[in-house]
């Protein structure tokens, strides 16, 4: 069992992120709900949910993973970054200081709740932070895969290598949100930085784990040709090009007033990113670019989406193009659509 603390002096050391906090004793970390309590970091919100729901996994966004099923989703409160345009504030960007404590399930309770939902596959930890809610996470997801479910984490991916090494245990498939490819971009507006991110997604995809990547367009601070092209190049070359990229829309949020990303920018980027991945697909907007998946090595349209509804055609029973045998999912079935 990864150890997730150790003394520093007077105070305690968290090892869970690249953060280190070291905290005297009572005091959070950055990511407002790890606390020294005792000598030892301890989290104060182990089954405190901030949501519950029975999502399309295609909403985490997840497109190449048992598409046209459902996941019931889980999260909590708190965050170890700092974004200022974070997207779900609310509770990304709160801790203990608004903790309701009649949302509160263990890991039985929520196992339970998801082994009962119609056309799930298991469990996604998401909406806020998962990897801060590490050791409810970690009792859900162990039970959950005894009981025949996925486990799914939505994350930042700003995690230190000993606690990732044993997520990625118990974890069927992640989707990691790649900020931006620019490192002064993290230190600024997240408060973290590029490199460890960069170091999980090397780890969950050498992991054989199934991972997609999210980047948010944020209109003058990540949005360049140049960017866009380097981080399709790094994918492509440290991870496989075969690796969905999801590239969504940013709307105005939180301390972050940006005009939302224009639908041209969407569409440019998703061309550039296009030329060295074989799955791209661009979110949070209504045009028709970038919604489709396609068959990489003929070109035939294998799947039809419009919002989080989906439609699958030209694909066999084991998830490959009916017409050239290309696999383009690996984790598939017919059953639902």
């Not at 507006?189 to 980047?215: D, N, Y």
């Not at 990489?296 to 989080?308: A, F």
């Amino acid at each position: 069992m990864t150890v997730l603390s150790r003394k520093y002096g007077d105070k305690a050391e968290c090892l869970l992120c690249p953060h280190s906090c070291r905290l005297n004793e009572g005091q959070y970390g950055i990511c407002r709900v790890r606390k020294n309590t005792g000598g030892t970091i301890k989290s104060e919100t182990f089954g405190v949910l901030s949501a519950l729901s029975l999502d399309p996994v295609e909403k985490k966004p997840l497109y190449h993973y048992f598409p046209g099923y459902n996941v019931l989703s889980a999260g909590s409160y708190g965050c170890n970054m700092r974004c200022d345009f974070c997207q779900n504030s609310g509770i990304s960007q709160s801790g203990c200081e608004i903790i309701n404590s009649k949302n509160i399930l263990s890991p039985e309770e929520l196992v339970a709740r998801a082994t009962e939902a119609k056309d799930n596959i298991g469990i996604a930890y998401t909406y806020n932070e998962p990897v801060i809610w590490f050791e409810f996470i970690r009792d859900t997801a162990i039970l959950a895969k005894k009981r025949g479910l996925n486990n799914i984490l939505v994350s930042n991916g700003f995690v230190n290598p000993g606690p990732l090494a044993e997520i990625i245990e118990f974890t069927d498939a992640f989707n990691i949100d790649l900020k931006s490819f620019r490192d002064d971009f993290y230190r600024k507006l997240t408060g973290a930085s590029l490199e460890p991110v960069k170091k999980t997604l090397k780890a969950v995809s050498g992991s054989g784990r199934h991972l997609e990547i999210t980047t948010l367009i944020i209109p003058g601070l990540n949005d360049s040709e140049n960017e866009m092209a380097e981080e399709a190049d790094w994918i492509a070359g440290e991870l496989g090009r075969q690796v969905p990229l999801h590239l969504s829309r940013y709307f105005p949020m939180y301390r972050r007033d940006n005009p939302a990303t224009p639908e041209e920018t969407l569409k440019r980027l998703f061309e550039i990113a296009s030329e060295k991945l074989d799955y791209v697909y661009v979110g949070n907007t209504h045009t028709g670019v970038g919604q489709n998946t396609i068959c990489p090595d003929c070109g035939i349209k294998v799947t039809v989406r419009s919002g989080y509804s989906i439609q699958k055609i030209n694909l066999d029973r084991e998830g490959r193009c009916s017409k050239c045998g290309k696999v383009i999912y690996r984790y598939f079935s017919f059953s639902s659509s």
